[in-house]
Every structure is written in C-alpha cells, then in structure tokens.
C-alpha cells in the first residue's frame, strides 16, 4: 500500500486566498484524521471522521476551517479565507478500527503551508 | 480531559549509551498509550503501543516502553542508542472511555544522540 498520501505538499498563497489540502486515506482504514504542527502549539487534532461522519471537530479553530469526506478514500480540509496565522504543517492521518494496527494512526508526509 | 506531559524539551546522549524519553499522561479509565517518531520533514512514525497486557512494550528499531499505571508513567527506552535514532519523540493518549479514536499527542522530545 502507497500509505497515507497528501497534496500539495508545499502551498505558499497570500492572506485572504482559498487553500484546499487533500487526503487519500490508507485503503480499509475507516478512521480520518487532520492534525496540525506549529512550534508554538504543537501537534494539535482539528478534526476526525470514521466511515466518513465527522465525529468530533472540536479542534477546528474557527469557521474559516472546514473538512469533508465525500468518501471512503478521499477528504478535504480547506480554509477561507486564509490568514498569516494559519501558516503550519497540516497531516492527515488514518486508522484501522481492528486488527493488530488497532490504534495506530498512519501518517500522511504532512501540507507545508505558508500564508503571506 | 485526557493529557501527556514530555517534561523534557531535548534530551542528549552519547552514542552507546542508553536512552530514556519520559512520558506522563491523564486520561478516565483504562489507556491506550503510544510512542511515535517524526523525523525532520516528514510524517510521524508508530514506534510502539500499550493496548493491555505485559507492562514492557518492545516496538520498532529495538526501542521499548514501560507502562507504570502507579505512575501513571510511560517512558520511552533503548539499552543503546544510535547517531541515527536523533529525531523527534512523541508520546501520546487515548481510552475506550474517550472513544479510542481521540488521541492526544504530548508536545515532543527531541533527542539528540551524539557521536
């Protein structure tokens, strides 16, 4: 398996544009995740689904976030409209709900996204 | 509301020596406890987990762990460590109880082997 697979990996766009980050989950993984990196804050969860229903978006810091999952291989995190403050590592991540993977969150090579 | 704390921003050794990576954490009822790897650039990397069981957890690259409830402890070890072994060290959290799936990461170890 190709793992956990992100896009872009590097996006530089000014304040105000639209950014759109995109995952493909590990295939038979029924559990999405979307973290983001800062050294100020860490690794921070926003958002998670399972069988494509988001289950806890506590984490998302505001309405300029939103995520979906149309499906069982495809999710979206997209903010709009982006600011300076937004500028972080974005990893999706996915998990198996049994077997001897159960717990693990699989990783994605991570979004680097620079807002000017 | 489940929590890690990593007391130690960086930690050093020596190449050969052993290693310790510690870890405490909070959680209600009984913890799912892990340790991941992230190196410069890159994803993080599953090392080892304790679901239920034998207190010692061996994972990969021959790094174990040892679950101390008492303590409410975690600590990541290795009897030798290696120049390649420097990265970045993260422990993190979850429970049945939380809905296992909600995993709380601690804020990460660096650990720097030295030649």
């Known amino acids: 398996d190709a793992g956990v697979i992100q896009s872009p990996r590097h996006e530089v766009t000014e304040m105000g544009q639209e950014v759109t980050l995109r995952c493909k989950p590990i295939?038979?993984?029924?559990?999405l995740f979307w973290y983001r990196q800062t050294m100020m804050r860490g690794l921070e969860l926003l958002i998670y689904?399972?069988?494509?229903?988001?289950?806890?978006d506590s984490g998302m810091p505001e309405d300029r976030f939103s995520a979906k999952m149309p499906n069982a291989s495809f999710s979206t995190l997209k903010i709009q409209p982006s600011e300076p403050r937004d500028s972080a590592v974005y990893f999706c991540?996915?998990?198996?709900?049994?077997?001897?993977?159960?717990?693990?969150?699989?990783f994605g090579e991570g979004s680097r996204l620079t807002v000017l | 509301a489940q929590s890690v704390a990593q007391p130690e921003d960086q930690v050093n050794v020596a190449e050969g020596n052993p290693l310790t990576v510690k870890c405490t954490y909070s959680?209600?009822?009984?913890?799912?406890l892990f340790w991941y790897v992230q190196y410069p650039n890159r994803g993080l990397q599953f090392l080892l987990k304790?679901?239920?069981?034998?207190?010692l957890v061996k994972g990969s690259y021959g790094f174990e762990a040892e679950f101390n409830k008492s303590q409410t402890s975690f600590h990541l070890k290795k009897p030798s460590a290696l120049v390649s072994d420097s990265a970045l060290y993260f422990c993190?959290?979850?429970?049945?109880?939380?809905?296992?799936?909600?995993?709380?990461f601690g804020t990460g170890t660096k650990l720097q082997v030295i030649p």
């Open positions: 959680v209600s009822g009984n913890p799912y």
């Open positions: 993190a959290v979850s429970s049945a109880s939380g809905g296992y799936q909600k995993v709380t």
């Open positions: 295939s038979g993984h029924n559990s």
């Open positions: 304790y679901i239920t069981g034998d207190n």
């Open positions: 991540a996915s998990s198996s709900p049994s077997g001897r993977a159960f717990g693990e969150l699989f």
């Open positions: 689904f399972n069988n494509n229903v988001p289950i806890d």
